[in-house]
């Protein structure tokens, strides 16, 4: 909610007002002129709204902030005249120029400050007066009354707290960009996350092509959206399919690979969860999952084995999704559960079919939300057979070409998609 400005934050007064005479703050949202970060924030930028950016370094965060302050600048989906204030303490402007010129752009409208001391960066915030400032990173900007170095917690979180003060009032949006760092010696955005209005967080591999920003708080918006982009050698762009991107390097009549129909959001995406089983040369059997949660397969591996008879002691079990996605949603249970017994019985699932439904401990088969989704993604991509919960399948209709298996229990699971 923003505050009436008749009572600033941090204003000397501030007296309590009824809900009902205050108005809602305007809904009016700024295009980013990015479809996929645009969905991410839950449509758009709120004015005053503080959205830190984080992720490991190189992944990607200045390149996707200055495509959309570039674009703010533009004037591409606004028509505010104002300029956008890009304020780097990492790189030099010539860094940032040099940037911008990879990702053809040169908004006249985007003004660049190097500058760390944030006193400093306010005082030009507000003599430029911007439509849009962005912090790049937190973790370089300091306050000279702090005796700690920059990076540090008391340092990153008093100067958000300082930008905040400044952005409300003002109806200024602030992009914060924040490093994720694993040995911790900079405070990481994590200390930040109470403070800002949305956090958005990259996923994905430095190796890989495509990178997944995922918000994961927005006062704005939904928090399961997903915006799924390309890094090329032009910027990040954004795929329109994700589905066909994460299956486009699929291994079709193999063992140990199943198309789980999984919801991001209100988007329902396809991607590939492999497993391989392989018996244990000694001792304990490992088992380790990558994009599924570790104690999820535990417990799936336990329900297949006492509910399906699968012989899983003794063997090795590694389970991978396929494009640096992590599923969280239960739907994905019967792919797992698939994907382990077709590495198991060294049989192939039919590469046309797609699984969904959540498993429960007695081995049963539960149904899940947004079916109709699910197989229309299928659909249109070419699945011509669905696995999914019993309980779903009673209630829905015939989706063109697509045969819909309604199965109950994960021994009826394994049969259906090992044929
Ligand atoms: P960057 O945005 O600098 O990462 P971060 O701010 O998160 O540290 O992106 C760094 C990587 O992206 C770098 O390895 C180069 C690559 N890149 C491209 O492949 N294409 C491009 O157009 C740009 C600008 C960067
Ligand atoms: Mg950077």
Do not use: W
């Not at 996923?203 to 918000?215: K, L, P």
Request: with cysteine.
């Amino acid at each position: 909610m923003e505050r009436s400005p008749s009572a600033p934050p941090g204003g000397s007064r501030s007296a309590a007002v009824p809900l009902s005479s205050v108005e809602p703050a305007a809904s009016g949202r700024i295009s980013t002129g990015i479809g996929e970060l645009d969905r991410v924030l839950g449509g758009g930028i709120v004015p005053g709204s503080l959205i830190l950016v984080g992720g490991d370094p190189g992944i990607g965060k200045s390149t996707l902030i200055l495509q959309a302050a570039a674009s703010l600048a533009g004037g591409e989906t606004t028509d505010d005249p104002r300029p956008v204030l890009y304020v780097t303490g990492e790189e030099s402007p010539q860094q940032i120029a040099l940037r911008a010129s990879r990702l053809g752009v040169s908004p006249s409208r985007l003004l660049l400050l190097a500058e760390t001391n944030l006193a400093e960066i306010l005082r030009t915030a507000e003599s430029c007066g911007p439509q849009a400032m962005v912090i790049d990173s937190i973790q370089t900007v300091f306050l000279d009354e702090i005796s700690s170095a920059p990076g540090s917690i008391s340092q990153v979180r008093e100067a958000a707290g300082r930008i905040l003060m400044f952005a409300k009032p003002r109806h200024l949006p602030v992009f914060l960009i924040g490093h994720v760092t694993k040995d911790g010696s900079i405070a990481g955005p994590r200390v930040l996350e109470h403070i800002v209005d949305t956090v958005l967080y990259f996923e994905g591999d430095r190796g890989q092509a495509f990178r997944i920003v995922r918000a994961v708080k927005n006062r704005f918006g939904s928090t399961n959206e997903i915006g799924v982009f390309e890094m090329k050698g032009t910027g990040l762009s954004p795929v329109a399919n994700p589905s066909a991107l994460f299956l486009s390097e699929r291994p079709e009549g193999s063992s140990g690979s199943v198309v789980v129909a999984s919801m991001e959001g209100n988007r329902p995406i396809l991607v590939e969860l492999q497993a391989l089983v392989t018996p244990t040369p000694y001792g304990t059997p490992r088992r380790s999952s990558i994009g599924v949660d570790p104690g999820r397969v535990s417990l799936l591996l336990a329900v297949l084995e006492k509910r399906a008879g699968l012989p899983l002691i003794g063997q090795d079990v590694f389970v991978n999704v396929v494009g640096g996605i992590q599923l969280d949603e239960p739907a994905a249970d019967l792919a797992v559960v698939a994907a382990v017994a077709s590495s198991m019985r060294e049989r192939a699932v039919d590469p046309r079919t797609v699984v969904f439904g959540e498993v429960g401990l007695a081995g049963e088969v539960r149904a899940v939300a947004q079916v109709e989704a699910r197989l229309a993604e299928a659909a249109k991509l070419g699945f011509t057979r669905c696995v999914v919960p019993r309980g779903n399948r009673e209630k829905i209709a015939e989706v063109g070409g697509v045969e819909i298996v309604g199965v109950s229990d994960v021994r009826e699971a394994v049969d259906a998609v090992l044929g």
